[in-house]
């Protein structure tokens, strides 16, 4: 007790003004504690008891109260770790002196100054102030080596492994410690102690921060990690944490170090990117909240609040007012908070003084709410004005009333222009000036504004699942039960494969674990590609593109390994493990900004290098696929196909005809017409022609009649009507097994163009059809076209034709791309009567106008097509009028042949020209008559 009371006159007459004064004295064994303690104030204070035996004070419920006064205690107990439970610990602020004694071998750190030299293994300390529950960290078998560099005391204590990286760690503090005290100020204690401590933690105090040994030989801890727990001796050391009003110092120190060294290595974007996608995927309306709520990293979405959407805040700050202002408000809110915990309100103080009261508005619309804006442009127009271009937009705000600087780069014919646009209204009307005319504009297109990122921004990457509020965790195979736990918030479902459809989990994300590669067929094209390791790759749900689907399938060995860090992958797109090791990690490209066309950029084409029909057919040398598009009634179209085919047969011998116009079950009909064995009338009606097609069989004559002469096989490529009209109708997964026999089994969903082009067409046709049918509907028509074609080309030689609608074939999306992701051949690509837009097709025909023959029509609608048509209306001035028809007459017969549907009255009248009197045989109030009609 002598001893004791000698510190505390020492610790007194230093500090003689002081409310609280804390006098302790420790002895620890290695693994026990004892002690005594002083302490003297003027009212009564709590304190813990830190699970420790004491005596001099009673203790309820694991606290004490000593009175106002001087009030002497003891204290012994068993620590449980070395970061704490070394003494009690009083609840008010304080002056602390600390005497600490240890066995050899041990060395103690607190977040103080040392008083002297430590002498037997006798430390001793002292706050730099009040402080309230200042850590003790005690550590053994480690050595420590000291640099003296510009009044710092720069140390390691690492044990006997890692001790050769002291001198590595000791010139990277220093090095830090030079850079952030020209950025700041002056470093704020004496000492800086990298320490050694055996888990797998990394905690900054004041003066020192915990290394675990894992981690001390990894090449990023001194080259993020250290510089960033440096940092924090200013932010959260030196400036305190007033956590009532919101922890900043996650957000600042993750600016100025880990955002920092990335922005100079020149990834800067990345990072942005990267935080704003971590934001989306770990928070939602029921998780997210405000700044001033985060006081600790406590699961994904505290990251996302007080590290990421923090971090955005610091950078949107020096983006608004310059890196020089920036750089003075963060040395006058240090200059001003040392010794004292700040808040959010003394960073918006010093803001206020270094920048104008306009910065408050930027604290007092972003510090208090939650969430992120989302920007989008509206009423898009461009005119030409005086010389000049002036695109003039809407910019609309959504998700609350945040106040930010919106960058929107203007892309033009000649390049690029950059403007900053103040967004301080939900909308507000712009107008940007551009001396070229403008293609394009992007809004925040390198995502300096904290904001909500569109679908496509975001790549499909291992966050979103982690992050998502509702999982289904399906395993095909055994060895895989560890992913299931892979949960970084809301729950999991765990569905057994045999029972799993991903249709019925449209608003999940989804782990796949070892399911049989077949299953990724009917949603993604193909399985992913084997490989030696384990594969982690990230899909977008194709049901929904705000939730991921992740696959993960190849070698066990590791797993246990991989299952515990996987969550610290969270941005990538794809993985691969080898033995646990992680041996490869990309992220998927996605558009930067959001992106909104004005309009395409015009280009030239040098008339004199106009190619003919015989240049292209010799382009096609060593091509086994031509894909020639159409539109449908264009005589002129059929004739350009036909050109080509004619051209390669006689250039190339051995060609095939695919064609979008027969559905896959009529295969052997044609067959058998290319063949002989049917005339033509019969493979017009076994194809059921003009039931499924509909347009007049004399636009595609010629090229049948070609093939049937020249033994070229002609090949269905669509799928069943039946299959396509359902889906459309009611979705692809309503079809039985029955009905999806004629159709791709593998389709691929994810092609974003793909599905934005089906939107726009979607759009200009409306209908009560869900728009997902219609895609579906879609895509089951092209990839069932493709699949025909490559498994053609897999089992036949020499070239195929693909004669399809431009729509197919334009930009490679349609069919051309889904046949090669099948066989990864290349092709050529024709349209016709298309815009020359770079990217279109390979080649662009402008056949010119071309007449051709039709099928005489009788001017009639009729209905039930099944059956023999019954006339429901008579057109003015037509061949049934003249003739006399009449609403209710039931046509039978047309010379002769029998007419018992529609399609039957189709290729009749197919086979008859205009200007002919045919004898029409019809039913009229239950009684047979003849009329003549001049066709």
Known sequence: MKRILILFCVFLSVNAFAANIYSLELTYSGTEVKGRAAWQSDSPAEFSSAGLDIKGAEVTDGSFTLPAGRSEISFEGAPHSIFGDWFPVPEEKAYVMLKVTVPKGYFPLFEGEETSEPFNNVYTFRSRGEVVKPDLVIVRDVSVKSVEAAGVAVRTAFSKKNAAFADEYIQKSIEYIKMYSEFIGGYPFKAFTAVEVPYPVGYAFEGFTTLGSAVIPLPFITETSLGHEILHQWFGGSVGIDYDKGNWAEGITTYMADYYYDELKWKGKEYRRNALISFAAYTDNETDFPLTEFRSRHGKTG???????????????????????????????????????????????????????????????????????????EKIDIKSENGRYITSFNLVRKGGDFVADVPVSVKTITGQKDFILRSDNASKMFELATDTEPLSFAIDPYYDVPRMLYASEIPPVLATYIGASRKVFVTGAEGFDCLADVNGQGEVKRVPYEEFRLEDYKDYSVMLAGVPEGFYGKY?????????????????????????????????????????????????????????????????????????EIKNKEYAFRVSSAMSLEDIAAEAEGTRLIYIGENHDQHSHHAGQLAVIKLLHEKYGKIAIGMEMFQRPFQKVLDDYIEGVIDERMMLKQTEYYKRWRYDYHLYKPILTYAREHGIRVVALNAPMEATKKTASDGLFTLSAAEREHTASELDYTDPDYREDLR??????????????????????????????????????????????????????????????????????????????????????????????????????????????????????????KAGLKAGDVIIGIDFFEVSSLEDLKIALFYMKQGNTVSLKIRRDGKEMTVDMEL
């Open 303 to 377: 990251s996302a609040v007080g590290y990421n959407k923090s971090m955005m805040f610091f950078h949107m700050l020096k983006r608004t007012y310059g890196n020089d202002k920036f750089l003075d408000a963060v040395r006058l809110f240090v200059k001003d908070n040392t010794g004292r915990r700040a808040s959010w309100d003394d960073w918006r103080k010093a803001f206020v003084t270094v920048a104008g009261e306009n910065a408050a508005q930027l604290f007092d619309t972003w510090i208090t709410a939650k969430g992120l804006p989302e920007y989008s442009a």
């Open 524 to 596: 993604f094209g193909r399985a992913p590609e084997k490989g030696a390791g384990l594969l982690v790759k990230a899909y977008k749900n194709p049901f929904s593109a705000d939730n991921a689907v992740i696959s993960v399938s190849g070698e066990t060995e590791g797993l246990d390994g991989v299952c515990r860090r996987l969550p610290h992958y969270g941005k990538y797109s794809e993985l691969v493990f080898v033995k646990g090791r992680n041996v490869k990690k990309e992220t998927e490209r996605t558009e930067d900004g959001v992106i909104y």
């Open 760 to 881: 726009w067409v979607y759009n200009m046709h409306p209908s009560r059809q869900v728009f997902e049918n219609f895609l579906e509907a879609q895509l089951l028509w092209d990839e069932t076209m493709a699949e025909t074609v490559a498994d053609y080309i897999k089992n036949n030689d020499g070239i195929m034709v693909v004669l399809a609608g431009n729509g197919h074939i334009r930009r490679g999306y349609g069919v051309p791309d889904r046949v090669k992701r099948r066989n990864g051949l290349k092709y050529i690509s024709i349209v016709q009567d298309e815009s020359a837009e770079k990217g279109i097709a390979d080649f662009v025909l402008y056949p010119g106008r071309l007449d051709g023959a039709s099928a005489p029509k009788l001017g009639v609608g009729v209905k039930d097509p099944e059956v023999s048509p019954e006339v429901t209306e008579v057109g003015d001035d037509t061949p049934a009028k």
